[in-house]
Antibody, heavy 118, light 110 residues
Framework: QVQLVQSGPEVKKPGASVKVSCKAS????????IHWVRQAPGQGLEWMGW????????NYAQNFQGRVTMTRDTSISTVYMELSSLRYDDTAVYFC???????????WGQGTLVTVSS | QSALTQPRSVSASPGQSVTISCTGT?????????VSWYQQYPGKGPKFMIY???KRPSGVPDRFSGSKSGNTASLTISGLQGEDEADYYC??????????FGTGTKVTVL
């Protein structure tokens, strides 16, 4: 079955960077986009961008341009999301999620809590 | 890209129906038939419920249905059950391979 397993919680200081991993299994890794979506405490979902593991192409939401970098390592079926210049309002649960059926997101990781605190 | 607008909350008794609206613009909801809906329980990841406005993935009960008119998409839950109490989010393709989520709606079963 399709599984996306994310790395554990992180606590970072303002101005630092965080890198979250997402290991995929149960399907052909290079066949599907991986999206990143975040959810601040008590808030809604926010789309951050996607990466296609096939060739590493990316597309980032305008709100994150210049601060987010998505990469992949096909040898271990893992994608990464790095967010830099962290601010207090970047505190959120970050989800990776697999595209598939049309323009929808079918499978979600368990989420990674990133806390930005001094 | 602004978030799509959803009502903050809706409620109904078991067996009744609720409809959640999702309002965008002609650049997202109105411009494409690529609206999807997600259900989220507290502390959990979202679950994929509807895609392409009105299509249900396998395993999703037919009590859930989607539609769209102009710049507004809707999710209707018929025959409401206690397990349907959750947050619901719409998401639309917004062109140039970008996407935008709705603000989210809490469904309460009275």
């Amino acid at each position: 079955q399709v599984q996306l397993v994310q790395s554990g919680p992180e606590v970072k200081k303002p101005g630092a960077s965080v890198k979250v991993s997402c290991k995929a299994s149960g399907y052909t890794f290079t066949g599907y986009y991986i999206h990143w979506v975040r959810q601040a405490p008590g808030q809604g979902l926010e789309w951050m961008g996607w990466i296609t593991p096939n060739n590493g192409a990316t597309n980032y939401a305008q709100n994150f341009q210049g601060r987010v970098t998505m990469t992949r390592d096909t040898s271990i079926s893992t994608v990464y999301m790095e967010l830099s210049s962290l601010r207090y309002d970047d505190t959120a649960v970050y989800f990776c999620a697999r595209g598939g059926t049309s323009h929808a997101v079918e499978y979600w990781g368990q989420g990674t809590l990133v806390t930005v605190s001094s | 890209q602004s978030a799509l607008t959803q009502p903050r909350s809706v409620s109904a008794s078991p067996g009744q129906s609720v409809t959640i609206s999702c309002t965008g613009t002609s650049s997202d909801v109105g411009g494409y038939n690529y609206v999807s809906w997600y259900q989220q329980y507290p502390g959990k990841g979202p679950k994929f419920m509807i895609y392409d406005v009105s299509k249900r993935p396998s395993g999703v009960p037919d009590r859930f249905s989607g539609s769209k008119s102009g710049n507004t998409a809707s999710l209707t839950i018929s025959g409401l059950q206690g397990e349907d109490e959750a947050d619901y989010y719409c998401c639309s393709y917004a062109g140039s391979l970008t996407y935008v989520f709705g603000t989210g709606t809490k469904v309460t079963v009275l």
